[in-house]
C-alpha cells in the first residue's frame, strides 16, 4: 500500500469522528427595530430584527440551553 492509500483510509476514519459531534442550531428570541414584535428563530430573520435573549434549547423559545 503507498502513502496515498494510507491517508485516504486514514481520512475516512476520522469523518465519522467529526459528524457525531454535530448538533442542531441554538434557537434565540429576536425583536423588531421598528415595533414590539418577537420571533424565535435560529438564524436572523433580517436586518430589521435585533436578537434580545437565549440561547434557547426549542423551537418556542421557553427553555433555556444553559
Known sequence: MNILSKLF???LSV????????APADWYKW???IDTAE???QISPGA??????GPFKNAQCEKLKY
Do not use: I
Open 48 to 53: 430589521g430584527w435585533e436578537r434580545t435573549s
Open 9 to 11: 483510509l486514514l481520512s
Open 15 to 22: 469523518v465519522p469522528a467529526f459528524s457525531a459531534n454535530a
Open 31 to 33: 425583536r423588531s427595530k
Open 39 to 41: 420571533v424565535c428563530s
